[in-house]
DNA sequence: ACGTATTCCTGCGTTATTACAGGAATTATG
DNA sequence: CATAATTCCTGTAATAACGCAGGAATACGT
């Protein structure tokens, strides 16, 4: 058995697009981005994970990662190597049942965010990316803002946009009380509204589809 | 055992977006587009898939598809029912073990995708999607044609423009001589220029990662 | 083969997005 | 608490992408 767990901190990679596939990360707490990286410091967020997701992918003989694993917080998580998983999943089908369809889920998810990258406008990615934040890591029972504090670049790098426009952006939902906003502290006041955004140009699509993602 | 084969035509639904989840389908014969509607009779081709390909998922309850698969050829596929599938994967690791990379695989295409299509110009996701067709459907070994006729439309849903643009683009990839166009009929003459253009902007990503989705 | 319907090409005006730059606000540091 | 460093905001100019429209090429049906 060969599980192995260690904190990371803000910033820190997990992995680097570029090594080599060892095995599959577990997090038990934190909140981690996954990006490609681009051109021009710009980078895209393939997908954001919490406690309880699996992070990385079981490789094949050298396979190298595409994407690098970056710690948004104080991060904990538990490493298990390819031929652990790989006994594991012989020994328990029921186990690698549940894996195949997280991946199945994940997929699914992957290509509905494909067109919305592909077709919407800056407005409704930046909508998009909000309600993809609240599905993900969900709202402060206190004061109702989102539980994850990225920067606008990060934001940017999410929806699939600049910085400057998705400073643009929130400045315009919140004058028209649809958020809040006080520095990185993001306050979801009309989700309806938000749902409506994304939904307006496209009536064929459920309006929550982007929560369901 | 529960197992049905069917033929379906150019242009005809395999399933529906919105349609309940029963099972699995398996092409055995002919090509696949798996699309997301959008607006304006703006569609987006999530994947492509042909011989031997699995499309579609798994369903829990009363799931439904979030994306259509419509035959782009004459067209021949299996289906495999939920309950058929889950006795398989229990009775199965190996098989399951084999599924579940499949779809670990396809969402790190997906991932990529994602990055090209937040992030390249029109000119770099044209050049991506000819790419994309090549690694899918190969070319003819005759005229070295690919193996597939989609309309400038179709092209423009994959790659995530419109016709015009498909249009213009590719007779200017045809005046550089980097392919050759006859109506439908593509050949792509400079693989290396293709993968140039869309590694222009990104050193860090291998040249061949196009390739590789 | 002929006429008709569809698809494709391409110029051009319009719109949306990006990039730059300077100042304001926030956060970090001593 | 004051200063420095970073991040954020927003105006303006440049650029890229879109969409219309008319003509050309291609495919289709009889």
Redesign the interface.
């Known amino acids: 058995m060969s599980k192995t767990c260690n904190s990371y901190s803000k910033g820190q990679h997990i992995f680097r697009?570029g090594d080599r596939v060892f095995g599959l990360f577990f997090i038990k707490e934190g909140r981690v981005k996954?990006v490609?990286?681009?051109?021009n410091n710009?980078e895209?967020i393939?997908?954001l994970a919490t406690n309880g997701h699996i992070i990385g992918?079981?490789g094949?003989g050298n396979e190298l990662y595409?994407?690098s694993a970056i710690a948004l917080d104080e991060t904990y998580v538990c490493f298990v190597d390819n031929s652990t998983i790989?006994d594991a999943?012989?020994?328990n089908?029921?186990f690698?049942?549940e894996?195949?369809?997280f991946?199945?889920t994940?997929?699914?998810k992957?290509?509905?965010?494909?067109?919305y990258?592909?077709?919407m406008t800056m407005r409704e990615k930046i909508a998009g990316a909000l309600l993809y934040l609240l599905d993900i890591f969900g709202e402060d029972e206190q004061d109702g803002s989102l539980n994850v504090s990225l920067s606008r670049q990060e934001l940017a790098d999410l929806a699939?946009t600049t910085a400057e426009q998705v400073s643009r952006e929130l400045t315009s939902f919140e004058k028209e009380s649809i958020i809040a906003k006080h520095s990185r502290k993001l306050i979801l006041l009309n989700h309806e509204e938000l749902n409506k955004i994304l939904s307006s140009?496209?009536?064929?699509?459920a309006a929550s589809?982007w929560a369901a993602i």
Chains 1, 2 share one sequence.
């Open positions: 697009e996954i490609s990286s681009g051109f710009r895209q393939a997908r992918h079981r094949y595409p994407v790989y999943f012989m020994n089908a029921k690698t049942y894996l195949m369809l991946y199945s994940e997929l699914r992957a290509e509905l965010r494909l067109r990258l592909a077709q699939g140009h496209n009536m064929r699509i589809s």
